[in-house]
């Protein structure tokens, strides 16, 4: 019997193996700053606090916009790698987290609705449809106030 994502906990070598992936080994991520502050099979959250290298207009020190693309692209990543994650907890931490070598991005699309002014921001993901080739997902951009900035969805290649 299949366990619903819902139901899904996660071993803590999973999370720390993911959490090295995606805040390490992804360099970029590095770059942007995301951290990770929740990972569920359902939903995960990260945070990226503000910083001189990612101003996009220097008057305002609003945030560029390609960085809110690319951290929501990032996010909808790492949603797939733990609904992946979830689907194969029949098989060894090791074996799940060696799964994510062939996932990217097949399409991505960001609605700006409000200009990237904050302390920092909070981003989250959620998968939308998981199946054998592509996943769909759907992702948050946060201001600290919990403004909703920009919402994105994505499609990812997972085979």
Do not use: C, W
Request: charged share 20%; glycine share 10%.
């Amino acid at each position: 019997m299949i366990q619903p994502l819902s139901d899904v906990e996660f071993e803590p070598e999973f999370l720390q193996g993911l959490t090295r992936i995606f805040e390490e080994q992804i360099v970029f991520n590095k770059t942007l700053g995301l951290k990770i502050t929740d990972i569920r099979a359902q939903q995960v959250r990260a945070r990226m606090n503000m910083h001189n290298s990612l101003v996009g207009h220097f008057s305002y020190n609003r945030l560029h916009g390609g960085v809110i693309s690319a951290g929501m692209d990032a996010m909808g990543g790492l949603a797939v790698m733990a609904a992946i994650g979830a689907r194969h907890m029949d098989e060894p931490v090791s074996a799940r987290l060696h799964r994510f070598g062939k996932l990217g991005t097949i399409d991505l699309r960001i609605d700006y609705l409000r200009p990237g002014i904050s302390d920092y921001f909070e981003l989250r993901a959620e998968v939308m449809r998981l199946g054998s080739r592509v996943a769909s997902t759907r992702m948050e951009f946060l201001a600290a106030d919990g403004k909703l900035l920009s919402t994105g969805a994505a499609a990812y290649i997972v085979s």
